[in-house]
């Protein structure tokens, strides 16, 4: 079984519904992260949590919100979605190691059409 | 955050060896230089990382210049599986900070 799971793995919707993206991990880890990726580009940092009452903007944080629900599970949602979040959208976890640096491990990603 | 430049894509011959290049003159002296790459239709993985030493893995080798300016990935024997996008990315040690920022990246693409 994958470390880390999103689901769903692929969603259409219609502009100005709400739409939610799950992400679980069974690595035990403290930090995760919400990305986007756009055709052609690398990924940005939309959300970011160092554990589960620490929650922080990325680069791109307009238009999304994010729940913490447990160390295991961390939730992107998009309140009102408009066709340019149109994305591939990737959940990571990390485990920070004090004095060093971190290794980020990803999911499979969750391809979103807004029409 | 640290920026880093690399080639927007090169190629190899399977079995060859590949070395993928990397500047960041900016660099400080706490930030670490990770490497990630992103097979089609798949998330990025972390491929390997260093700090100033030369780092050996299963799937890579790092060489860090002596003023920490640049840096190579080195694939010893490239396959058709190591096709992918490689991202350079500097990170800092620091406990908050550690966020990773992914530019265009260098797509590998190996011929048979």
């Known amino acids: 079984d994958a470390d880390v799971t999103q689901t769903p793995r692929n969603r259409i919707t219609k502009t100005g519904k709400r739409i939610m993206l799950e992400c679980s991990q069974t690595?035990?880890?403290?930090?995760m992260y919400w990305y986007r990726q756009d055709p052609g580009l690398g990924l940005r940092l939309i959300y970011y949590?160092?554990?589960?009452?620490?929650?922080n903007k990325g680069e791109i944080s307009d238009g999304y919100s994010v729940s913490r629900q447990a160390q295991a599970k961390f939730s992107l949602s998009l309140e009102s979605a408009i066709p340019n979040q149109t994305a591939l959208y990737f959940c990571?976890?990390?485990?920070?190691?004090?004095?060093?640096?971190?290794?980020?491990?990803f999911g499979p990603g969750t391809r979103l059409t807004v029409l | 955050d640290a920026k880093t430049t690399q080639p927007n894509s090169m190629e190899s011959n399977e079995e060859e060896p590949v070395h993928l290049p990397c500047n960041h003159s900016?660099?400080?002296?706490?930030?670490?230089i990770h490497w990630y790459r992103q097979l089609p239709s798949q998330g990025p993985e972390y491929v390997i990382h260093?700090?100033?030493s030369n780092v050996n893995n299963r799937m890579a080798s790092l060489a860090i210049a002596e003023d920490r300016k640049s840096s190579t990935l080195i694939l010893h024997r490239a396959t058709l599986r190591d096709a992918a996008v490689y991202y350079c990315?500097?990170?800092?040690?620091?406990?908050?900070?550690?966020?990773?920022?992914f530019g265009a990246g260098t797509i590998l693409r190996v011929k048979s």
């Open positions: 949590s160092f554990d589960v009452k620490d929650i």
């Open positions: 690595k035990g880890h403290d930090r």
């Open positions: 260093g700090l100033t």
């Open positions: 990571a976890t990390s485990d920070f190691r004090l004095g060093g640096t971190d290794t980020q491990y």
């Open positions: 990315i500097l990170t800092g040690s620091q406990e908050y900070g550690n966020k990773l920022v």
């Open positions: 900016t660099i400080s002296g706490t930030d670490y």
